[in-house]
């Protein structure tokens, strides 16, 4: 398992937050605690990597800023 924080340009409002929610739980990932702007989260990186990531947050309309490894 891997932990992820996530830094995201675009999201705005509690219904970004619900976006991005979906995407990533989408994608597979175990846990996503998502506020607006960023968003820590932890997947299995045997099943996902971050241009999965990156590739699912523009899928809902949001681009990938920056991310650290926790």
């Known amino acids: 398992m891997r932990n992820l924080k996530i830094y995201i340009e675009g999201m705005t409002c509690q219904h970004c937050v619900k976006r991005v929610l979906n995407a ?9 605690d998502v506020e ?7 997947f299995d990186e045997n099943k996902i990597d971050i241009e999965k990531i990156a590739k699912a947050l523009e899928d809902a309309g949001y681009k990938l800023k920056n991310w650290q490894y926790q």
């Not at 990533?24 to 996503?32: H, P, Q, R, W």
């Open 36 to 42: 607006i702007g960023e968003a820590d989260i932890s």
């Open 24 to 32: 990533l739980y989408s994608l597979g990932v175990e846990n996503a």
